[in-house]
């Protein structure tokens, strides 16, 4: 699923970075749509996977591979760290979790394009609250049209149960933006993240074996698994932050409101997904007003995430 990295959130290291129009631009710009598509397609093979394990049986399998394979990475130390520390990584990784649950269980229910839709109007939301202007309700206006017709005026076209977990997992996201931001400021390079995955992975697990089972330990099922955390977790993470350090972060934010469209192709390409005209108008709408919040607040200067308590 779209799944941000804490590199995201840690822009004042990127106000030195390449322009945009300058010779050789279009390579971290390249390696954030890649991380965009590969997430998408990454959730698209999930999907595909679920009538295998289970929707909590594949958010299980993801994040326990990418837990091992950040651990293996980043070989995070254990000591020297505060119990602020502690309770803010295990936050991180209690929100990771829910994101992640959340979302494959809405996608298990509801299309793929409409679920990252309703998803990123949370990172929406937090982005108009925290910019506290009065053109940003245009945007949310804006926001709210798109969503209105996704569903159709009602969404009667709509699994309401699914539409519930995708607005549920975009809660999550903006939880997951704060503490990802408070958990790089605490912890060096990826190691929050790394522990972030495996408390998510631990708190996925009982879920994930109490509805899949024995099916978990199927050779295929977990070398699938393994693709999608690969795909969808460990990949895009590492292209983010090779890009970043090229690309200023307002300029990602505006590619990462890309994520709908992304998520509709690949719905589309693998799962033959297909959308209405309304549906499209919808995603485009929730496109256009995510990049019109982020241009906002690049405006003003104010690209750093914003201090909000849950």
């Known amino acids: 699923m779209t799944s941000p990295s804490p590199s995201t959130t840690a822009p004042s290291t990127v106000h030195t970075a390449t322009a945009p129009h300058r010779p050789g631009s279009l390579g971290p710009v390249g ?4 991380g965009g598509v590969s997430v998408q397609f990454g959730a698209a093979l999930a999907v595909n996977l679920m009538p295998r394990a289970g929707a909590l ?9 990418a837990a091992v394979v950040l651990l293996l990475v980043c070989r995070p130390k254990l000591r020297g760290h505060s119990r602020t520390d502690w309770g803010t990584v295990i936050v991180f990784g209690i929100t990771l979790g829910a994101m992640n649950g959340l979302f494959y269980q809405a996608v298990a229910r509801i299309p793929l394009g409409p679920a990252v839709t309703l998803e990123v109007l949370g990172p929406l939301a937090l982005s108009v609250l925290a910019s506290r202007r009065a053109v940003n309700a245009v945007w949310a206006g804006l926001a709210l049209t798109g969503v209105f017709l996704l569903g159709g005026g009602g969404f009667d076209g709509l699994d309401p149960l699914g539409v519930a977990f995708a607005l549920g997992a975009g809660a999550m996201w903006a939880a997951y933006i704060v503490f990802s931001a408070r958990t790089g400021r605490r912890f060096p390079q990826a190691d929050g993240l790394a522990l972030a995955m495996a408390v998510g992975a631990l708190l996925m697990l009982p ?3 109490a509805e899949s089972g024995a099916k978990l330990a199927d050779p295929t099922t977990i070398a699938l698994g393994s693709a999608v955390a690969v795909m ?3 990949l895009p993470y590492t292209l983010e932050i090779l890009a970043l350090r090229r690309l200023p972060a307002p300029t990602f934010a505006i590619l990462m ?4 469209a992304l998520a509709a192709a690949a719905g589309f390409l693998i799962l033959g997904q297909s959308l209405s005209a309304w549906q499209a108008a919808a995603i485009a709408l929730v496109i256009g007003a995510s990049m019109g919040a982020v241009r906002t607040q690049v405006g003003r200067g104010k690209v750093k995430t914003p201090e909000v308590d849950f």
């Open 31 to 34: 390696l954030v749509l890649a």
């Open 232 to 234: 969808s977790s460990v």
């Open 207 to 209: 879920l994930g074996i």
């Open 257 to 260: 409101s890309l994520e709908p």
């Open 57 to 65: 049986g594949v958010v299980t399998l993801r994040l326990l591979a």
